[in-house]
T-cell receptor
Framework: GQNIDQPTEMTATEGAIVQINCTYQTSGFNGLFWYQQHAGEAPTFLSYNVLDGLEEKGRFSSFLSRSKGYSYLLLKELQMKDSASYLCAVSLQFSGGYNKLIFGAGTRLAVHP | DSGVTQTPKHLITATGQRVTLRCSPRSGDLSVYWYQQSLDQGLQFLIQYYNGEERAKGNILERFSAQQFPDLHSELNLSSLELGDSALYFC???????????????FGPGTRLTVL
């Protein structure tokens, strides 16, 4: 089956750096997404990795190792508004070429002053 | 604002009833996806449509059905509602459906369904 694991909760201090890990066991891997979701709101796209390595985008970076089934999201210079859930989602490709996104349960990040 | 719209924002109904949730994708997007998010649970994929045709199915109950219309808007119909159907229902859209460059999905604001 498909399995995606991420820590349930994390806390960090304003201005610090936090790394949110995601491990996955899937077949038909076709990329990994990170989304941010504030409580009761829509998930918003943060990053996409399909090749191994680090993708940097402002304060947010995402890393992927396909051989290890591992990704992380790195948030720098944390701000209070970064308090949210961070969703790891694996894109799986099925016969016929279509893709399906499988989401992890999300990591709830609380940023404290 | 992702450009995906959903109506209504909130819906309160009773067990056994039927409701319809509506979604309009971003301009130019041909795929629409429906997700369910229950309290403290992850996003569960329900169903995907591409240009009017069903493309993929997830954990969608038989009491639920969906369609995508020629103008590309989509509706999710939930019938014989149960208390456990109370959840946030999100619609997302993307440009296409094929792999080799997975389409990024952009989410609408969601419809909060409460079944009493």
């Amino acid at each position: 089956g498909q399995n995606i694991d991420q820590p349930t909760e994390m806390t960090a201090t304003e201005g610090a750096i936090v790394q949110i890990n995601c491990t996955y066991q899937t077949s038909g891997f076709n990329g990994l997404f990170w989304y941010q979701q504030h409580a009761g709101e829509a998930p918003t796209f943060l990053s996409y990795n399909v090749l191994d390595g680090l993708e940097e985008k402002g304060r947010f970076s995402s890393f992927l190792s396909r051989s290890k089934g591992y990704s992380y999201l790195l948030l720098k210079e944390l701000q209070m508004k970064d308090s949210a859930s961070y969703l790891c989602a694996v894109s799986l490709q099925f016969s016929g070429g279509y893709n399906k996104l499988i989401f992890g349960a999300g990591t709830r990040l609380a940023v404290h002053p | 604002d992702s450009g995906v719209t959903q109506t209504p924002k909130h819906l309160i109904t009773a067990t056994g009833q039927r409701v319809t949730l509506r979604c309009s994708p971003r301009s130019g997007d041909l795929s629409v996806y429906w997700y369910q998010q229950s309290l403290d649970q992850g996003l569960q994929f329900l169903i995907q449509y591409y240009n009017g045709e069903e493309r993929a199915k997830g954990n969608i109950l038989e009491r639920f059905s969906a369609q995508q219309f020629p103008d590309l808007h989509s509706e999710l119909n939930l019938s014989s509602l149960e208390l456990g159907d109370s959840a946030l229902y999100f619609c997302a859209s993307s440009v296409g459906w094929r792999g080799g460059g997975t389409d990024t999905q952009y989410f609408g604001p969601g419809t909060r369904l409460t079944v009493l």
